[in-house]
């Protein structure tokens, strides 16, 4: 369980090296993205027309931030910027992978078997940020750089790209070796269901 | 008697303030038990959850911002006095508090409409968000909760219209299941909030305010006092740990409410809470005048 610090965009040795359990701390350009924002990006590819972040470069974030615009500056800031549960993405996130070629999706609660298929085949990994700590994501964030799909997707939806200095850590929860933290946890969880239910059985024969 | 007006203004006010302190500050009691779950973190990686979440709410509440970017869907819950001389208007006021908060504090817009999209004020053009639980009771004041809650949490609350056969024994199995299959989606770990019985909207209610209920007080029912505790040591065997890591606790505390039920039914409502837990409260007399609870 090691732990590493890294510039963005991650390289193919990067990928390579990163295993399930290992946290890991990055720096460079991070973009916001959620289940319309995967949608809208995925659908403007199919029709071959051009997007306006490049997405192979980027760390995809689950994330619906609060933003506020600068009265003086005119320039937007982070308010808050925890991660989104990224399960709800998992039905759009392999195909992303394959369309796009990102290398690390960060957000929180795990995903399922398909992006942990894709991140083996693509060469790609799932990291966790610790959910609902906002403020500590916040305060990560050096610079908004770009807002793109504002007026389209509204302020959680759209994508906010992002420089980040030290952002993390984030836990390998999904390598490129086909391991998944929080699928063998759900297999633990499951197990240890009849230790469970034996407390609400003893109670009920009291 | 104070002027209809100014005690518009001061409700208006004061729910602007409840909203404030729901989004960025994590009610003492909760906070209390995050703190104890950190000591007794069993692994370094539930530990380090756990620190994170602390150190979060801590600069949230120090700095006056929200502790998570998902400040939720609002709801209003509202006793409402004999005397107190505004009703009808309650809602409107609200309503008005809501956008301002959503300016003032600020709260991310969370309303969106399929065919008008986000309203960007928190306000639902069609007037079911916020969502408002009335109560009538004696008095002349009026107490209001202002209570967020995230979408994480809500995308994982179960109903079950279970076969009375199953039993009590029935109903926590299937809490448990719950938590279970919620696993880290929600943000653990969680206050889980329980409601048996009267129907399936009732139930879900029920177990949505139980969530309402300090940390640690239990049911003044001593035998669903009992299962409050027993389901909660349950779900504690689980090992999902504060978000997900596999170790430590899962579960903050767990509340059951219960309601009698028709003969043929056994509805159950699970509502989870993430760790960030969001309520505030105040009471306004006919006169004006406020009081905060502590939070």
Redesign the interface.
Known sequence: MAIYHLRLPLTEEDVKKLKV?DSIYVSGDIVTARDDAHKHALHLKEKGESLPVDFSKLAIYH????M?KNEETREWEV????P??S??MEIFQDKFIEAFGTKLIIG???MGPRTTAACEKFGAVYG?F???????A??KVKRVKEVHWLDLL???ECLWVLEVEEFG?L?VGIDCHGNN??E???Q???D??P??????????EE | MMQTATLETIIEDTAVELLRRAATSLPKDVFAALEEIKKEAPTE?AL??IE??V??AR??RE?S???????GIVSFILSVGDNFPLKSKLKDILREATRRATKEV?????T?DFFK??S?DNVDPRGYIPFFYIDLVPGDEIKITAMTK???SS?IAKLGMLKPGV???GV??FA??AV?EA?????PPYRVGIGIGGGEDICMMLAKKALLRPVGKRHDDPEIA??EE??M???N????GP????SGKTVIDVNINLASRHPASLPVGVVFS???LRHASASISKDGNVKYMEY
């Open positions: 359990g994330c619906g931030p609060i506020r308010v808050a910027a925890g989104t549960t399960s709800r929180k609660g795990g966790m610790t959910g609902g700590a906002a403020l500590l916040a305060d509204g302020m959680p850590p836990l933290l929080f063998e946890n759900a633990k969880t499951r240890a269901l230790q469970a239910y034996q407390v609400i059985e003893q109670i009920m | 990686s380090l959850q994170n979440i150190t979060d600069i949230a700095s911002r929200p502790m998570c970017q998902d400040t600020p709260l991310r817009p969370n969106v999209g986000n960007g995230g979408g994480g995308n039993g009590l024994e926590l199995k448990i299941d279970a696993g880290p989606k929600g943000c009992k299962l027993a389901t040591e349950a779900m065997r689980l090992p999902i978000m997900g890591v596999g993430c760790w960030a």
